[in-house]
């Protein structure tokens, strides 16, 4: 172990003339990670474990009845922890969204990729359960690049067999999750139930949904991560070097050369790094951390277990890849709250207490009230002026109710509803019109203005104002 060594000079820009997965011909280099282990590997996987489980739990998880999420893009019916909003909502789940961007912006700032590695889909998916299958099958790295090399002969046909088979089992099974989360459990059991011809609209996009997935996680694979993540892009803006990523500390690692037993390294002018390159071949991106800080970096904190594991073999501290902010390992800062994480902080309570507020103040109803479209007034007699409109009204709570309209702001007015009385439908949208008749001595000329009120009972649940069409 040395000490007190300057940081030795290094290009970090080298590593952007390449690409870690494409040749020099521009061809697509597969990358074959060592498989993982260690207790950051044992820490993720136990995320993972419970993350899957949620995932998987989530659709069957119900709140008064109705699911916990849903996110019903067709119907425009969205249930977030068992809120629902609808298209009148939609403020509330931009809202939402640009509150949870900040969110993450604000915890990639601070911590860097850590959301990549640990806790999205697309990783878990990829290194937890594709990549362990792969394993199973085709053994390390090294027996799967032979396999790739080799003839196909038995072993290699009946090998990728099993392996695409499964990969087609599970990405079918997370179709069928998407598609759980999309329309609800209900209207995807009916696949199962009635059978896939009665529900061909349901029963395709789950045919869809699972082709892309067997494409991403059989072919695709850190591609995703590298070159379409668009949140993979944005971290050339938001890391800094005061974030902490997974890096490589290279005040201590150089200069790296190989190790020799019993060799005083400090002596012979080298860093704790001894070569052996175990970090780049576990990388599951292909990309080498000694280079720096580089977007396709996942923290998937592989290397830092394959180099912990070089270091308690070689006797050196664990720790020469590492979560650390360059500014800790240049110069030996701790960890601080910047003036651009205040910043995001302070941006982020102000939209989660807006957010909060508009939640909390949300009507329950809204109703909206037009004039039917083409219409004039009629004169059933000489005495009433009438008038035909539409009402729509959104009922987000979780029960019926009775529906009345009443006349707010002129006295004598009367409001006919066509057909039986209103019965509005418990989270659903209910449409009908009405007719609101007046003396036509109440009236303000050719247009007046009328103000409805909707009640439940005696409960006023909203106020319309419209107008009212008249003789001159
Ligand atoms: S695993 Fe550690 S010692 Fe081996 S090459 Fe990587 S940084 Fe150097
Ligand atoms: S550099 Fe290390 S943390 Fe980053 S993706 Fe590769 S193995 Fe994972």
């Not at 651009?340 to 982020?348: C, G, R």
Request: some cysteine.
């Amino acid at each position: 172990m040395k000490t007190g060594k300057e940081a030795p000079i290094i290009d970090y820009d080298a590593y952007r003339d390449t690409i870690g997965t494409v040749d020099e011909d521009g061809h697509r280099k597969w990358v074959y990670p060592r498989k993982p282990k260690g207790r950051m590997h044992t820490y993720r996987a136990i995320v993972a474990v419970i993350l899957l489980i949620g995932l998987f739990v989530g659709p069957f998880l119900r709140i008064n009845g109705e699911p916990m999420f849903l996110f019903n893009l067709l119907e425009r019916k969205f249930i977030i922890l068992g809120l629902t909003f609808w298209p009148q909502d939609f403020h509330l789940f931009a809202l939402a969204l640009i509150t949870f961007m900040v969110f993450i912006i604000l915890f990639t700032v601070a911590f860097g990729r850590v959301w990549c590695g640990w806790a999205c889909p697309q990783t878990i998916f990829m290194e937890m359960v594709f990549r362990k299958i792969e394993y199973l099958i085709e053994g390390d790295a090294p027996k799967q690049r032979k396999l790739s090399r080799q003839a196909w002969d038995a072993e290699k046909i009946s090998k990728r067999s099993l392996k695409y088979t499964l990969f087609a089992l599970i990405s079918f099974l997370i179709g069928n999750l998407v598609m759980a989360y999309v329309v609800g459990t209900e209207e995807l059991s009916k696949i199962i139930t009635e059978g896939p011809a009665e529900n061909m609209g349901n029963f395709t996009f789950v045919l869809i949904f699972s082709g892309i997935f067997f494409f991403v996680f059989a072919y695709l694979r850190e591609q995703a991560c590298i070159a379409i993540c668009p949140y993979g892009r944005l971290q050339g803006v938001l890391l800094d070097k005061d974030s902490i990523v997974v890096a490589y500390d290279n005040v201590r690692g150089e200069p790296r050369d190989l190790f020799r037993k019993n060799e005083d390294r400090q002596e012979a002018n080298k860093g704790d790094c001894i070569n052996c390159s175990l970090c780049v071949q576990v990388c599951p991106t292909g990309i080498d951390i000694r280079n720096g800080t580089q977007l396709e970096c996942v923290n998937c904190t592989a290397c830092i277990d394959a180099c912990d594991d070089v270091m308690d073999k070689v006797g050196f501290k664990r720790g020469l890849i590492r979560f650390a902010s360059m500014n800790n390992i240049a110069l030996g800062k701790k960890f601080k709250y910047t003036p651009k994480m205040i910043a995001y902080t302070v941006v982020l309570i102000g939209l989660m207490a807006f957010l909060s507020f508009s939640l909390s103040t949300r009507s329950d109803v809204e109703a909206t009230i037009l004039r039917a479209k083409g219409t004039f007034y009629t004169m059933p007699n000489d005495s009433t002026v009438s008038n035909l409109y539409n009402l729509q009204i959104v009922n987000k709570t979780q029960k019926d109710f009775p529906l009345t309209i009443k006349v707010m702001n002129l006295e004598n007015g009367v409001v006919k509803m066509v057909g039986k009385e209103l019965q509005v439908t418990a989270r659903d949208i209910t449409k009908r019109p009405f007719f609101v008749e007046l003396p036509p001595g109440s009236l303000d000329g050719m247009k007046t203005k009328i103000v409805l009120g909707v009640f439940s009972g005696d409960k006023k649940l909203d106020e319309v104002k419209t107008t009212f069409l008249g003789p001159m």
